[in-house]
């Protein structure tokens, strides 16, 4: 029996971590956080110095939870000695001290240890077992007072929105200011005045070939501007505005000769980029890869916690990916110099390692995202890995060993031409040396300008000479606009909120889905929208608190939890200090709003019934088209509906929306009207005659159009439960078996396998779905047995390991497959091989008789 219990948070990196152990360890995974604040009530005493309480996370928050829990347990009590690894920041050290609270049996006393690694290897795992540590109580601090400060905000912001607008819309500490962000850019854009100017541009031949193209530049000794525009003119600036300028220029252009007045060439140099940190990678991904942040996280973790590698097994290919530090260690170092001058040559190394300076507050005991060998080219591991995985991969390895390599040279050449009493210039660029960009090169949010020291495309110019004549071949004006600031990316909402010190890289995926996940903002075309309701929590908010949802005052609030973790202040004095200003402002917010009326959104609509405006409130269920008339006129419909309903009672004050529907058919049952209503899973029409008559007709999502739902049927089959009889129901998932007296009695017939679960030997493998859906197989005997398959499973053993199961999947690569999942099998046959096999047999069979 092991002496040692692991824990780790999940199953993978429990996998990858195991192999190196040997047999005196087990490893289990925490499955991420045991214990949070309550999900219903505060659960912080603000009184009692903001004592926080805890409770194990609910299954129906976390599935089988409390099954982990009492697994760790029962583990913890047969150890010797308990070592906690989880992640190594804020949100590991809070899951060790929670796991060492809950799990760690008091008698008898237990060895506890913290170890810490920030790439699963060998030699990683090795040193952190060998130097074992104790959970770091800064660290706890600041991850309990942020999730405090996170609780305290939504728990007491919230209801404000909820009397001021409506519905159940939530409020967030860091999310509100990244919704802030966008809608105050959208403003700019549409606050923008396009501002019109002309660029001239000549085409001129020298001596030598080729032919290049110079644009005006001065005009006497006025500098030509072509951006900048939202600020005044200098003194040495000028402005062509418009087409009139820019003829006359033409045409007195033509009539002079170009003359070479200055030839100037200077070698540039363009110095790698440092190896990734979390923000500089989302950014990346998102231009290069097209990942949402969430998705480079996600398989950026897979990364990390290991990847199978054939006969290498479990294999971590990268350092921990929530890091804002460039720093690499000296091991790391070596290997990728070594690497350099053995696969590019010594001139692409350079004399001595580079060591990249990382932002304040950064936490340098991280390393920068990195390779954990970088001998593991992304080639060599392709065969192993998903396309999203090799990708990512890819831009990661790449990104190391150009970090490390010689820069870019590049000749620059600037020629300045004389035309009379304009100055017209052209810039070329001539890469001398590759240097890094050999393996790698940055991604741009934006368009570079032509000639500036980011500009890296090639111009050839022709070699001319101070005082040499040009042909004019052709000089052309273009208009041009000035544009707005452009719409945030993923990419750069990230890079504006690092640049403004808000949030942390364990953050930034979160906020991403969490703005969207509201329907705060929405993304189209790659690039993020304010939504209406989006708007109008942003403009109730920020009048409400004009420090709270400050990006200052955000950033500042990062610092002081920094400082808690750095130990250089109390969470429980940082928080009274945040609270005692947020109690005053909440008092305020609440008392200007009070008369407030509730916020609404115009619209172009017109009420069908009083033909006043139509305005969009919000209500339990979402967003509606109300009559602005209200009460006296009590009209609602959908959205983007343009059939109307006069309710008895408005949905805008949340009653339940009873309306009396035109143009809709009556109920087929009992003849009654059709009101459209809006439950859990969207809108339907239901009988107004509810509850004697239960007739609904669905609402097709595509088209609109109505499907009547059919009548329950009845079987001749009896309810093992209260002996009613068995029906044949249409659910959102299509046709089920329930009981007839349903919901008071909730028997549902499950479509079986026929096959008796092989864990429990009870229940028998059912055919189940997903909240989502999705088809899975589990045993009728949840939640006492947890056996679940989310491939189809087969009463045929296995030919190959005799395993009493195999199973059948369909992938768009494969086809339809059978397959045995017990590890190490390897059985795997394309079905329509079966079925071949099968008919030769059965004509052997034939021939015989």
């Known amino acids: 029996m092991a002496k040692n219990l692991v824990i780790v948070e999940s199953p993978a990196k429990a996998k990858t971590i195991n192999k190196y ?24 005493d603000i009184e009692n110095n903001f004592e926080p309480t805890y409770e194990v996370i609910p299954d129906a928050k976390k599935r089988n939870n409390k099954k982990v829990v009492s697994d760790l347990k029962k ?83 919230s209801p404000i929105l909820w009397k001021n607008i409506g519905g159940k819309l939530s409020a967030g500490r860091v999310q509100t200011v990244a919704v802030r962000l966008v809608v105050d850019r959208e403003r700019e854009i549409e606050a923008f005045v396009k501002t019109e100017y002309w660029t001239i541009t000549a085409n001129l031949a020298a001596k030598l070939p080729p032919n290049f193209n110079s644009r005006l ?16 003119l200098k003194k040495n600036e000028t402005h062509i505005k418009d087409e009139k300028t820019a003829k006359d220029i033409v045409t007195e252009a033509e009539k002079e000769n170009f003359i070479v007045d200055s030839v100037t060439t200077k070698e540039r140099k363009r110095n790698p980029v440092p190896p990734f940190i979390t923000s500089k990678l989302q950014q990346e991904a998102s231009r290069k890869l097209g990942f949402s942040v969430k998705k480079t996280m996600s398989t950026a973790q897979k990364l990390y916690e290991g990847v199978e590698l054939g006969s290498e097994g ?19 170092l070596n290997d990728v110099r070594g690497f350099i001058g053995g696969n ?40 192993y890995l998903s396309n999203d ?244 006129c009590k009209t609602t419909r959908e959205v983007g509906s343009k059939k109307a309903s006069a309710s008895g009672e408005a949905a805008a004050e949340g009653a339940e929306n009873k309306s009396e529907e035109t143009e809709v058919p009556p109920c087929e049952l009992c003849g009654r009207e059709m009101a459209l209503k809006k439950g859990r899973f969207g809108a339907f029409y239901g009988c107004t005659g509810y509850p004697e ?40 998932f299509g046709e089920f078996i329930s009981c007839s007296n349903y919901p008071k009695c909730d028997y549902i017939k499950r479509e079986t396998t026929g096959i008796t679960c092989p864990k429990c030997g009870k229940g028998e493998i059912a055919v189940k779905k997903s909240k989502r859906g999705k088809v899975f197989y589990g045993c009728t005997n949840y939640p006492k047995c947890d056996e679940v398959y989310w491939d189809k499973p087969l009463a045929e053993p296995c030919p190959n390991c005799n395993a009493p199961l195999t199973f059948e999947k369909t992938t768009k690569k494969e086809g339809t497959v059978r397959y045995c999942q017990k590890e190490g099998c390897g059985y795997k046959i394309a079905v329509s091989d079966v079925n071949t096999a099968l008919q030769n047999a059965s004509d052997v069979t034939t021939q015989t008789k």
Request: with cysteine.
């Open 693 to 732: 008559c239960k007739n609904i007709r669905k609402i097709d999502k595509k088209s609109g159009a109505t499907v009547a739902v059919a009548p329950p049927v009845e079987l001749d089959e009896i309810c093992p439960k209260d002996g009613a009889k068995l029906v044949i129901r249409q659910g959102r």
């Open 21 to 44: 152990l040997g047999s005196d360890y087990k490893v289990l995974a925490s499955v991420g956080h045991i214990k949070d604040l309550p999900s219903k009530g505060l659960g912080v």
């Open 389 to 632: 995985e090799y990708r990512l991969y890819r831009l990661i390895w790449q990104r190391f060993v150009a970090s490390q390599m010689n820069p870019a040279i590049f000749d620059q050449t600037t020629i300045d031409i004389k035309a009379g009493r304009f100055t017209f210039r052209a810039t070329g660029s001539v890469q001398k040396f590759d240097g890094f960009l050999k393996v790698y090169q940055e991604g741009r949010d934006e368009k570079v300008e032509e000639g500036s020291d980011d500009d890296d495309e090639e111009r050839s110019l022709p070699k001319v000479e101070k005082g040499e004549q040009l042909k004019l071949n052709k000089i052309t004006p273009e208009q041009h606009f000035t544009e707005p600031p452009p719409r945030f990316t993923e990419a750069t909402l990230v890079k504006a909120l690092e640049e403004k010190g808000i949030g942390r890289p364990s953050t930034y995926a979160a906020i991403m889905t969490t703005i969207q996940d509201r329907e705060y903002v929405e993304k189209l075309e790659g690039r993020f929208h304010p939504t209406a309701l989006g708007t109008t929590v942003n403009d109730v908010l920020v009048a409400g608190f004009t420090d709270l949802f400050n990006p200052t005052y955000t950033a500042r609030m990062e610092d002081e939890l920094d400082n808690i973790e750095e130990g250089k202040i109390n969470w429980r004095d940082a928080l009274r200090n945040f609270y005692d200003k947020f109690s005053v402002d909440l008092k305020n917010a609440e008392e200007g709003l009070k008369d407030k009326k509730k916020a609404v959104i115009a619209t172009d609509e017109v009420c069908q019934t009083c033909g006043s405006p139509m305005v969009i409130k919000f209500g339990r269920f979402g967003q509606f088209l109300a009559c602005q008339n209200y009460p006296e």
């Open 217 to 232: 530049y001065k005009i006497e000794d006025l500098t030509v501007k072509t951006s900048g525009f939202d600020q005044d």
């Open 344 to 383: 590019y040559g010594q001139n692409y190394l350079p004399e001595k390692p580079i060591h990249y300076k990382s932002k304040g507050g950064a936490q340098d005991a991280h390393e920068a995202i990195r390779p954990t060998d970088v001998n593991r080219s992304p080639e060599s591991v392709k065969s």
């Open 75 to 157: 583990a913890a009590k047969e150890a010797e000695a308990i070592f906690l690894a989880a992640d190594p920041d804020r949100e590991g050290e809070a899951i060790c001290q929670h796991l060492a609270e809950e799990i760690v049996p008091k008698k008898p006393k237990k060895e506890v240890f913290r170890v810490m690694f920030n790439e699963i290897t060998k030699n990683a795992i090795k040193e952190a077992f060998n130097h074992p540590k104790q959970v770091n109580k800064d660290l706890v601090d600041a991850q309990q007072a942020r999730r405090i400060l996170d609780r305290l905000v939504g728990y007491k912001v």
């Open 314 to 332: 479990a294999v971590g290919l990268i350092t921990y990916m929530r890091s804002d530090s460039t720093r690499v260690s000296d091991t790391a």
